[in-house]
T-cell receptor
Framework: KAGVTQTPRYLIKTRGQQVTLSCSPI?????VSWYQQTPGQGLQFLFE???????NKGNFPGRFSGRQFSNSRSEMNVSTLELGDSALYLC???????????????FGQGTRLTVV | AQSVAQPEDQVNVAEGNPLTVKCTYS??????LFWYVQYPNRGLQFLLK??????LVKGSYGFEAEFNKSQTSFHLKKPSALVSDSALYFC?????????????FGTGTRLKVLA
């Protein structure tokens, strides 16, 4: 069974540009979450999607957005990149049903974004 | 606010010795608890979870964790540490009925197992 796949693995962008990151969840998983990981802030929750609907959103500015497609694949977009957006962006999928909380998340290897 | 605390940034242990990585939580309601491990330049890997039942749960790679409701703790343990266990460990909670499906993570504990 294939794991969570994130593309690209590494990305270098210039301040002011925008970027789109992609995540393919494990087959059958309908919940996809995104996290930002930095040495200083740890793991920060960005948003979570279930069956194409955003169920939860973290405390990030509107420059950070996401979406989920009917095949559960998800993308996140960051517009007007800032130096502080440099981080490892992690995607996770889980076999959630509606109202289900007891499932573990499976993480991709992440996309390392460097903003210069 | 719901939170998870991992009080130690780093834990050092000699190979072959038992290890403990601490986690406490502060939530309203009955949480589900998880442990993850992260190796350099990799995503997080699931180790184990507590949902209900026996307070001692066993997981991957010989790890286990003890749920203590009165102390709101969920410490990760292993009877005999290996050098290959050296990694970053995260505790997480999920709280049914909290209005959010997100996993709330601790800040992580770096485990160093010395040969």
């Amino acid at each position: 069974k294939a794991g969570v796949t994130q593309t690209p693995r590494y990305l270098i962008k210039t301040r002011g540009q925008q970027v789109t990151l992609s995540c393919s969840p494990i087959s059958g998983h309908r919940s996809v979450s995104w996290y930002q990981q930095t040495p200083g802030q740890g793991l920060q929750f960005l948003f979570e999607y279930f069956s194409e609907t955003q169920r939860n959103k973290g405390n990030f500015p509107g420059r950070f957005s996401g979406r989920q497609f009917s095949n559960s694949r998800s993308e996140m977009n960051v517009s007007t990149l800032e130096l502080g957006d440099s981080a490892l962006y992690l995607c996770a999928s889980s076999l959630d049903g509606r109202g289900q909380f007891n499932t573990e998340a499976f993480f991709g290897q992440g996309t390392r974004l460097t903003v210069v | 606010a719901q939170s998870v605390a991992q009080p130690e940034d780093q834990v050092n242990v000699a190979e072959g010795n038992p290890l403990t990585v601490k986690c406490t939580y502060s939530v309203s309601g009955n949480p589900y608890l998880f442990w993850y491990v992260q190796y350099p330049n990799r995503g997080l890997q699931f180790l184990l979870k507590y949902i209900t039942g026996d307070n001692l749960v066993k997981g991957s790679y010989g790890f286990e964790a003890e749920f203590n409701k009165s102390q709101t703790s969920f410490h990760l343990k292993k009877p005999s540490a290996l050098v290959s266990d050296s990694a970053l460990y995260f505790c997480a909670v999920r709280v049914p009925g909290s209005g959010t499906y997100k996993y709330i993570f601790g800040t992580g504990t770096r485990l160093k197992v010395l040969a």
